[in-house]
């Protein structure tokens, strides 16, 4: 069965200290890989599509990468606002237009 | 341009009653996703629709749950006979097409007492 995994579950910084989130797939055959951020009570808010190895994206302090197996979401000189669990999904080319959610990382940044 | 709207953003039932979720897609989109959240889980896919097609629903229960997307009005997600088990966030996404970004809506938390 597909597969995406993202670590850690959990994520303490520092405002300004960049650190990076992983999400790990296996899926045969990638059609896209999306990132969003999610906040208490709300709905995915879209941040990033990226669909080959070596791809990147950027938006303000978020970058994003993809390799064959993985995709990392870099947080630079994060700040207390950027504070939301933040999720990964892969959509497959021969498992229809679904998307497979992993289970997020939940990032706090402190003031 | 309007977002995803989902209601009711919120849905308190008792054990053996109906729920209605209504979805209405993002102007453009005709391309429908049912999600479904439990605490501490990831994001479940439940079923995916065009106008008037259910095109996979793969992942809804084959009891109680239901879900349509009429030519005109919003899709509905219908769960019948609810368990305290329903309870849960349920969000609908919209696309363009079937190959491209998913948009989220607020989603509606349903509680069964």
């Known amino acids: 069965e597909d597969q995406v995994t993202q670590s850690p579950e959990a994520l303490r910084l520092q405002e300004g200290e960049s650190s990076s989130l992983n999400c790990s797939y296996t899926?045969?055959?990638?059609?896209?890989l999306f990132w969003y951020r999610q906040d208490p009570g709300k709905g995915p808010e879209f941040l990033f599509t990226l669909y080959s190895a070596g791809e990147e994206k950027e938006k303000e302090r978020l970058k994003a990468t993809l390799t064959k197996k993985e995709s990392f979401l870099h947080i630079t000189a994060p700040k207390p606002e950027d504070s939301a669990t933040y999720l990964c999904a892969v959509q497959a080319v021969n498992t229809g237009n679904q998307f497979y959610f992993g289970t997020g990382t939940s990032l706090t940044v402190i003031p | 341009n309007a977002g995803v709207m989902q209601n009711p953003r919120h849905l308190v039932r008792r054990r053996g009653q109906e729920a209605r979720l209504r979805c209405s897609p993002m102007?453009?989109?005709?391309?429908v996703y049912w999600y479904r959240q439990l605490p501490e889980e990831g994001l479940k896919f439940m079923v995916y629709l065009q106008k008037e097609n259910i095109i996979d629903e793969s992942g809804m229960p084959k009891e109680r749950f239901s879900a349509e997307f009429p030519k005109e009005g919003p899709s509905i997600l219908r769960i019948q006979q609810v368990v305290r088990g329903d309870s849960a966030a349920y969000f609908c996404?919209?696309?363009?097409?079937?190959?491209?970004?998913?948009?989220f809506g607020p989603g509606t938390r349903l509680l069964v007492l």
């Open positions: 899926v045969s055959g990638l059609r896209g």
């Open positions: 996404a919209s696309s363009p097409s079937g190959r491209e970004t998913q948009y």
């Open positions: 102007k453009g989109h005709s391309h």
